[in-house]
């Protein structure tokens, strides 16, 4: 069976190359006669990998040496609780800029958690299509909070919020090494890896050492595996780390490594996104539904002009038959997972780091056929 171009949201693609050389060592590891899959995480066989791969995160990523690089599950979602738990401790008040779902959903975990939550700017006015600009933020904040790519939406800060002394907290989860960035402007980083870095099942977090705090310091009921200094103690190893993700990663970093690095791979992936807008934004048929400056290079929305409608329910049907014909007849030509999120309407490709130009290129060459019969 020949392999489809997956325009999956996350899970997503991963590099062919990594992948055959997960199989090549599916039964032998590095003569070790096992997988990875198999493997104690406190052996000699997987401290090294463990090890390698906070290495390349920390080269890769040029990160100062001040802040801790921890490996912890539960995804995004457990981060927003984690953060607030960890860091919405003095004042028990976080500043949010909502994005859309990823940014909104935080929030109410913050809330939910007893953190006053100050909405300082939303873009909820234009359905969430842009990134609104917050130069400088200041007030009696524990964090300023914000969600630096916007998966569903297709948005992207091309700026970073001067906070001043208050850490800048910021979900990269679906931007993650696909850029280069300056942590040290930031408190705290996380990011689920099942978009840019490997399959599902481990978190990146990226924490200033000053930030995380004492136990007894986390909000009260704040579980032992909820608190950073748990993960920060233990070397990412309090308990069973998730062995063969953290393997991939690896296996990741060093493909990223190897073509660039986060400078190299960012460059391919603006090429890649110039190639798609570029064709949007020419297009009678299509077009993105993000502002120009607040554009996603990793997830781009897109509707038809079957969307300009008087909103008659015969006109609505006739937008989504052609959206559901969209999805069908490119799943045929081999480029799967286009469907749109609930909240945007029409289509989203997502391009992340493993998706070549040859796949991009093949989908716009699909869209210009659709678009010529339709
Ligand atoms: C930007 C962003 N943050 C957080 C999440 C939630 O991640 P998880 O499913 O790992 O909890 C997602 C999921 O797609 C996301 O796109």
New binding site residues.
Partial sequence: MSRVYNFS??PSCLPEEVLKECAAEMMDCNGTGQSVMEMSHRSSAFEPIIEHAEAQIRKLMNVPSNYKVLFVQ?????Q?AMVAQNLGINRKKAAYIETGV?AK?AAAEAKHLGVEVDVIASSKDKNYSYIPRVEKVSGDYDYVYV?F????MGTHYEYIPETGDIPLVA?M??CILSEEIDVSKFGLIFA?A??NLAP?GV?LVIVREDLIPEPEKCLPGTPTMSMYKTHSENGSMYNTPPCYTIYVLDKVLNWIEKNGGAKGINKLNVEKAEYLYNYLDNSEFYHATTEKGSRSLMNVPFLTKYSDNDGSEEAQAKEKAINAKFVKEAEAAGLVNLKGHRLVGGMRASIYNAMTMDGVKALVKFMEEFAKNN
Wanted: net charge positive.
């Fill in positions: 949201a996350g539960g995804g995004g979602s457990t927003f990823w959903k969600c790519n916007n998966t569903i979900d989860s679906s689920g099942q978009k599902a978190t």
